[in-house]
């Protein structure tokens, strides 16, 4: 069963968040995490490094990474680097990105797992149409997300057309879920996911399957 908690604005979204993770660090030194990227999450990641937590025994996965001859500052590992990697304390052979397909142990059975959701309803790279079944894998990106990404490019011509991505498996797989979603434009589409007819066309409504996950949401 899905749950949606509605939060006043970005920072209470962002803190509550925090503490989870705070929270599951805290309890469990050595836990394991998927994190997204995306703008949803730089609040999450401020928050996080303010706290000045111990990450020296965590794990994380990120969820995908661009493929493509892209600019290295584009990439997700920047993003992550100048977001909160930089920031903390983790081991850096800790931290982990996508490289190989059908990697059957890639972000396998985290403790928690942090996801935005795309405008189309995407989480991480899988877009719609994507297999409930799917592993790690090389993606083409959709029109549509190549469009919404382009706000982070100079040009829509730079903007790379292709990523590998963690399926749906090894989300599915996470002892627990947070979904966030940030803004009115993403509140059709997490109403949908959430409360929606069960669909690889949305895919991020294989995630009412979940029975630990729930969904962040500020307008
Ligand atoms: C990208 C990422 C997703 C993220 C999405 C939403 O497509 N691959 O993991 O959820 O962007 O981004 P934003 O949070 O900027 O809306």
Redesign the pocket.
Known sequence: MSEVKLFINYEKLSSYVANIVEKQLKEKPNSTFIL??????IGLYKELVKRKLDWSEATTYN??EYIDNIDPEQSYLHFMMVNLFEHININSDNVHFPKKEHDTEYGFNVDLCL?????NG????NEPGSSFESETRIVDLTEE?IK??SRLFDNIEDVPTQ?I?MGMKPIMSSKRIVMMA?GKH?QRILDKAMFGRLSEELPASILQLHDNMEAVYCD
């Open positions: 997204p990227t995306g703008t949803t999450p969820l995908d996801l935005g959701i795309g405008g995407h989480i991480a790279f997300t919404d990404n990523a991505t940030n993403k």
